[in-house]
């Protein structure tokens, strides 16, 4: 099984509104990933979680907070979005940070009003 | 650093057609090849990948390979269908000595099957 689940799959919010999305794999994985994708563009990663820790923070503003409460589970919190924020979130795991092959979720279409 | 080039899109071709889309690739070290999927309104799905130089990949009818010399990691399929209209993206990544995870992905190609 090389399924990963994020929720919500579709999230309207306004601008002064705090949110939150999430991840989970159970394939015992030790690497998570959040990504960004805009319309006709590859994915641009955000963050990487190594073994519950952060590992890399690619510049993503402070209104975009990550959290990895357990192997299992990674959340993103969203405050005082823009509307240039409006984008698919992809969540996505390897086994480890040496892991080739990263899998992932079906994303979140979010929309910031 | 690290760069995947693939061709532009749009291509669009008749149904039981012969694709290609080309990929090359620059990188730092030995990458690994990956070629991922996106339908509509989905997520990315890993197609295939190939991890050395001469490997194949293949999947679903889809096959790349891994060409050390000429740095190009093709992808083809014999026969299309329609429900093979998607979004392709060439991606690489090169392990380095301690943990490397970034993908460094291509732009992407819009593949249309008409049937």
């Known amino acids: 099984d090389t399924e990963v689940t994020q929720t919500p799959k579709h999230l309207v919010m306004g601008m002064t509104n705090k949110k939150s999305l999430k991840c989970e794999q159970h394939?015992?994985?030790?690497?998570m990933y959040w990504y960004k994708q805009k319309a006709k563009k590859p994915p641009e990663l955000m963050f990487v979680?190594?073994?519950?820790?952060?590992?890399i923070n690619e510049s993503v503003p402070s209104r975009f907070s990550p959290e990895c409460p357990n192997s299992s589970l990674l959340n993103l919190h969203l405050h005082a979005l823009q509307p240039e924020d409006s984008a698919l979130y992809l969540c996505?795991?390897?086994?480890?940070?040496?892991?080739?092959?990263?899998?992932f979720g079906p994303g979140t279409r979010l929309t910031v009003l | 650093g690290n760069s995947v080039t693939q061709m532009e899109g749009p291509v669009t071709l008749s149904e039981e057609a012969f694709l290609t889309i080309n990929c090359t690739y620059t990188?730092?070290?030995?990458?690994?090849l990956f070629w991922y999927v996106q339908y509509p309104g989905e997520g990315l799905q890993l197609l295939l990948k190939?991890?050395?130089?001469?490997d194949k990949g293949s999947n679903k009818g889809f096959e790349a390979t891994y060409r050390k010399e000429t740095t190009s990691f093709h992808l083809e399929k014999g026969s299309v269908q329609v429900s093979d209209s998607a979004v392709y993206f060439c991606?690489?990544?090169?392990?380095?000595?301690?943990?490397?995870?970034?993908?460094?992905f291509g732009k992407g190609t819009l593949l249309t099957v008409n049937p």
């Open positions: 996505a795991s390897s086994q480890d940070g040496r892991g080739d092959t990263q899998y």
């Open positions: 991606a690489l990544r090169v392990p380095s000595g301690g943990s490397n995870y970034k993908l460094t």
């Open positions: 990188a730092t070290g030995y990458p690994s």
């Open positions: 190939a991890t050395k130089a001469d």
């Open positions: 979680y190594s073994y519950e820790k952060l590992s």
């Open positions: 394939m015992g994985h030790r690497a």
